[in-house]
Structure formats: structure tokens, C-alpha cells
């Protein structure tokens, strides 16, 4: 069974702080991505990654990057939180057969 | 790129009956269409999903149907739980393409006891 795992399940941060959402999934999939859920928007793509070290823009990446050293982990990053940042963040993984895993969310809280 | 509208947004139905939900894509090249099922506080999780080359997958109380010349296809519950109540996302899916999945924006369906 595929499992996605993030990090933190619930977090608070300050403006301007640097946040870090980290995600691991242990199926050996290729493809990663990073979404944020808001009531009413849905599922909305930030960033996602074909590859180690690759990166693609999503819908929405402004005031987010992304890192991929390794194959299962998958990194966002909010360089300097907003409020408007204040969401659900899900990670998920894919392999060829395009089946989609989620992890557990995070839900960021920024103040 | 493509675009998937889901309705509707919120479905409330009285445990026993059934449930519909639509949705319609743009793309006529997407060939996949998964649906997800998202419990309060918890993770989306695939519960069905099918192929172009089908026009309709049952599993137990679920099914879906799709409608390649019209691009839509739809979710159906029958005989509705308490469990049921969640948000359904459907999406869909171009193999040859970036295989990046566009999702509805979701239905709250909620089953009264």
C-alpha cells in the first residue's frame, strides 16, 4: 500500500517567516505534486516534480518553491508566509499507471 | 489545457436514496477519470475510477458512467449511508500528455439518518 506522508499535520507560523512543508512517499513514484485546498476552490496545483531535481510551475506557485534532492521527497517552500498562505496543503505521488496517492495535509495556519 | 466543471456543489439526500454527480470535461483527448472521496479531516482517496475504452464500472453500491461524445460522466450512489457524507472529486486525465490530473472543484454530499 502506497503511503505519502507529510510532516506536520497542523501548523502555525508567523508572517515573513520561512516555512518549510516536507512529504515523502516510499513506492518509488516518479511524479510528486503539491496542492492547496481552500472551500469552494478544490484541489489547486502549486508545483510538481517529474524527477529528482525537477521542478514544473502549477496553477498557482506564486510565494512558493519547491525542492526535489532525493526521489521520494518532495519539499515545499513558502519563502515568506502570508496570511492569504493560510490553507490546506496536500501532497501527492503518481506512477505510470496514474494512480494518485495522497498524503495526510497539513493544515498551515499563518498570523 | 483542460477544464472540468463537477455539480453540484452540495447534495443533501436522505440515507437510502441515491446520489448523482456530474461532471463535464473540455479536453476530448483525456482518457482517464478518477473519482476521490475526502472524509472530514482526512486524505482523498481514489474509490473509482474508469477508462475511456468503458462506458460504465460498478463496485457494490457505487458506479460511474461516462459519456465520451458529450464529455461528461457522472458518480452514482445507491441506497446512501451516513458514511457516504464526504466530498467527491472528479478528475480527469490525458495518458500521452502530463498525466497531471484536473479535478472538479468538489461536491459535499451529505446523507441524513
Known amino acids: 500500500d502506497v503511503k505519502v506522508t507529510q510532516s506536520s499535520r497542523y501548523l502555525v507560523k508567523r508572517t515573513g517567516e520561512k516555512v518549510f512543508l516536507e512529504c515523502v512517499q516510499d513506492?518509488?513514484?516518479?511524479?510528486m505534486f503539491w496542492y492547496r485546498q481552500d472551500p469552494g476552490l478544490g484541489l489547486r496545483l502549486i508545483y510538481f516534480?517529474?524527477?529528482?531535481?525537477?521542478?514544473e510551475k502549477g496553477d498557482i506557485p506564486e510565494g512558493y518553491s519547491v525542492s526535489r534532492e532525493k526521489k521520494e521527497r518532495f519539499s515545499l517552500i513558502l519563502e515568506s508566509a502570508s496570511t492569504n498562505q493560510t490553507s490546506m496543503y496536500l501532497c501527492?505521488?503518481?506512477?505510470?499507471?496514474?494512480?494518485?496517492?495522497f498524503g495526510s495535509g497539513t493544515r498551515l495556519t499563518v498570523v | 489545457g483542460e477544464n472540468v466543471e463537477q455539480h453540484p456543489s452540495t447534495l443533501s439526500v436522505q440515507e437510502g436514496d441515491s446520489a448523482v454527480i456530474k461532471c463535464t470535461y473540455s479536453d476530448s483527448a483525456s482518457n482517464y477519470f478518477p473519482w476521490y472521496k475526502q472524509e472530514l479531516g482526512k486524505r482523498p482517496q481514489l474509490i473509482i475510477d474508469i477508462r475511456s475504452n468503458v462506458g460504465e464500472k460498478k463496485d457494490q453500491r457505487i458506479a460511474v458512467t461516462l459519456n465520451k461524445t458529450a464529455k461528461h460522466f457522472s458518480l452514482h450512489i445507491t441506497e446512501t449511508q451516513p458514511e457516504d457524507s464526504a466530498v467527491y472529486f472528479c478528475?480527469?486525465?490525458?495518458?500521452?500528455?502530463?498525466?497531471?490530473?484536473?479535478f472538479g472543484r468538489g461536491t459535499s454530499l451529505i446523507v441524513h439518518p
Open positions: 516534480s517529474y524527477d529528482v531535481k525537477m521542478k
Open positions: 478528475a480527469a486525465i490525458t495518458s500521452g500528455g502530463s498525466y497531471i490530473p484536473t
Open positions: 501527492a505521488s503518481s506512477g505510470y499507471n496514474y494512480g494518485y496517492t
Open positions: 513506492m518509488d513514484h516518479e511524479n
